[in-house]
């Protein structure tokens, strides 16, 4: 399985970004999907997923701003950005995984990440 994210880059405060991820070997229609953060030596942090319900689930500081959407016939996960603040600066990953419950995940599989930089 591999995982490749794009669409990172660097934005003003208010700005948006639409980070994609491209798999192979792994059907993002099925299982749980999500796009993750993680800063240099700090926990990594869910951003959006999509468990194995169907169910979507956006951490808070990003509700309303931030979409995550799938396309199943191009088998791609994206992210659109929207309002975005410097405190969204961070690396960003695509992960997807085993659906453990209707509601848990069992993240299996991660790319490399993109880079997000806001500047005020």
């Known amino acids: 399985v591999q995982l490749v994210e794009s669409g990172g880059g660097s934005v003003q405060s208010g700005g948006s970004l639409r980070l994609s991820c491209a798999a192979s070997?792994?059907?993002?229609?099925?299982?749980?999907v999500g796009w993750w953060r993680q800063a240099q030596g700090k926990e990594r942090l869910y951003v959006a997923i999509?468990?194995?319900?169907?169910?979507?689930l956006y951490r808070d500081s990003v509700k309303g701003r931030f979409t995550i959407s799938r396309d199943n016939v191009e088998n791609t996960l994206s992210l659109q950005m929207n309002t975005l603040k410097p405190d969204d600066t961070d690396q960003y990953y695509c992960?997807?995984?085993?659906?453990?419950?209707?509601?848990?995940?069992?993240?299996?599989?991660w790319g490399r990440g993109t880079q997000v930089t806001v500047s005020s």
């Open positions: 070997g792994y059907m993002f229609s099925s299982g749980c």
């Open positions: 999509i468990r194995g319900d169907g169910g979507i």
């Open positions: 992960a997807a995984g085993t659906a453990v419950s209707a509601t848990g995940c069992q993240w299996q599989h």
